[in-house]
């Protein structure tokens, strides 16, 4: 309903994605994550869980450039940092 009045609500975008990942349907809420980076592509709550969903799916390269993105501009964002680096530990 929320994303029905005001398609910018950026916190919408993210429930949506999280309530789709919680029911392992991660294409939908990687697309919900994407709609959201559309309005803000910086936003890192949408790059963090977008790459969650991305892992899940094994695509872990899409993960690691959302995350290098989301650490790149909010380098305070310790959960994203923490998940890089897991991913290059599995990558390299």
Do not use: C, Q
Not at 74 to 83: G, L, M, Q
């Amino acid at each position: 309903k929320a994303l029905n009045i005001n398609p910018n609500f950026a916190k919408g975008y993210i429930n949506l994605g999280l309530t789709y990942a919680a029911r392992n349907r991660f294409d939908e809420a990687i697309a919900a994550y994407s709609r959201l980076l559309k309005i803000n592509p910086k936003n890192p709550e949408a790059l963090y869980h977008r790459s969650n969903a991305y892992i899940e799916k094994g695509e872990l390269i899409k993960a690691r450039n959302d995350l290098e993105k989301a650490v790149k501009n909010y380098p305070k964002f310790k959960e994203a940092k923490k998940k890089l680096e897991e991913i290059n530990s599995y990558t390299l």
